[in-house]
C-alpha cells in the first residue's frame, strides 16, 4: 500500500466530557490496522512543568483569565517540536484538542479573538477539525464529580458550545453528533476520514 508522503494532521474538539479523547484513540487504532503510521497527541498535557500549572490554573480561581489561556498555549508551544517531528515522519498525526480549544473557550471567558489566535500563532495547522457536539445535559451526566471551574458552570459550557459552533460554520469543520453510542460516533468519524483521505476500508 502508498502511504502518504507528509503527516496529515487531524484535530478532534468539542465541549469537556463529549468523547473526544475516546473517539481521537479509536481513530488512531483504525488507521493503524489500515498500515498507516499514526502519531498520537492530547492537550492539556498534564505532566509537564506548565502542564502543572494548566492542571492547577484549571482549580485555582486565583489565576486570571488571560494568564490561563496564556498557559494553556505555553503548554502546546512545549509540545511543538515533537508535533513537527510526528508530521514529518508519521503519515497521520490524531490530535484530542488543540489551538480551537483555546480560542471558543477563550471568546466564551470574554477574550478577543485576534489575542487569543495570536497565542499560537506559528504553530502547525490542522489538515482536518471534528466537532464533536453533545448537550450540556450529556456532558455533566458524563462527569459528576471532580469537575473543573469550566466544567461546573453549565451557562459557561453552554456559551463554548454556541462559539464551538460558530467556529465550525466559518472553518467549514466536520460536526457529528456525539450523544450515540461511542461505535456510533467512532464510525461517522472514520467515514468522514476515510472520504477525505481516500481510505481504501475493507471493512
Known sequence: MQLLRKGRFIVIEGIDQSGKK??????????????????YISFPKYNTSIGKLVKKCLHDDSFSLEMSHILLSANRWESEKEIRYKLENMDFVVCNRYCDSNIAYGLANGLKKEWLENLDLGLPKSDLTILIDIPITESVLRKSENRDRYEKDKKFLNNVKSRYKKLATKNKWSRIKGNKSKEEVSKEIWNLVVNKYKIKDVN
Open 22 to 39: 475516546t473517539q481521537s484513540i479509536l481513530l488512531r487504532n483504525r488507521l493503524k490496522k489500515k498500515g498507516y503510521k499514526v502519531g
